[in-house]
């Protein structure tokens, strides 16, 4: 048995790892219906918003290693564990019982997804207790990423996924932008493929950004233009998922389409400006416009023009949030800044080209999840 295997089961033998049902969102500023796991309900106004001003860096007291320090080489980059660190939190018992969870339908199946805080993660990640999957696209996590993750895409994964390899048995984080809507159904799917204790991170990779924890990629100073778009389509594709696609590099963001049709999608591309072809598909419509203009209105099955769906966008997604633990909100910062090529830090680097193209692609088919 690995040593990252004896702490987990000795951890796992400490707490245990029960799951509640529970209720939350990833659209921006839209209000969502919360229920506990008792049956009693409260509406909330999301709590993760978007400003044009720089935050205060969230205060983090764990012992760590963080953005600049002297990282150590990942000789294993697809094992999805970061390497040792010299510097470590002191163990600590924690109640994953305790967790928020969201409900996603993965195949016709739904799968209760428990949300991890950003401090339970970091904890996990710096003791190399947890494996860390990027849910986001190959041109987000090219830009930036935790150091140690592996790209596997929302919600299957891609063609030779690093997780085929990987012991079931082992914990798994998954994280994206959003805060947390493509990671938990790609979260979904891995326990739906037979994953036994998987987790997506509540607040969002902005909440890793904000705590400097280690990055790497080819620009991880990168600062995340938010981009939101609202729309509306039919009533009764509440509760359905809402896609929006820059097809050139396959950047992709989701979320649930409220209970009167209507929709708040937060972009956070690299590579795009006003004039940069985005692709939205809601179950009843499919349309293509340029980011200026889906930005300026209210997005509707008139917008742009029409297109062949690619996306399945049925009534796929039941958010559920156990309202026992609270969840912290981050604050995400907006900058006219463009991803330049520069050295990752700890990992290897990848390069990001720094122009917008919407006539050409380096993926072979950027829409596929599964390439």
Sequence with gaps: MSERQSNRRRFLQLTGAATLAGLAGCSGGAAEQRQTAGATTATETNSTTSTDTATTTPQDEQNGPRKGDDLPKDTNPSDGYPPEFDTVPEERAIDTSSYDTVVREIDETSVEVPLVSIEDAYYWYARGEARFVDSRSETNHDVSHIFGSVLSPAPDGRAYDPTEDWNKADRVVTYCQCPHYLSSLRAAALLNAGFEEVYAIEEGYEAWLDRDYPLAGSDTSYTYDVRTIDGKTSQGDA????????????????TKIDSDGSYTLELRFVQVDAQSTIQIETPSYAIQAPLGEVTSGTVTADTGSSVPATKSTGTNST?????????????????????????????????????????TSSLSDPWQWNS
Excluded: I, L, R
């Excluded at 509760?239 to 989701?254: D, I, K, S, Y």
């Excluded at 949030?321 to 990848?350: F, H, I, L």
């Design 239 to 254: 509760n359905g998922t809402v896609w929006a696609f820059h097809p050139p590099t396959g950047q992709v963001e989701a």
């Design 319 to 359: 958010d559920a949030t156990n309202t026992t633990s609270a969840s912290t909100s981050a604050t995400n910062t907006t900058s006219t800044s463009v991803p330049t090529n520069a050295t990752a830090t700890g990992d290897t680097t990848a390069t990001t080209n720094t122009t917008s193209d919407d006539a």
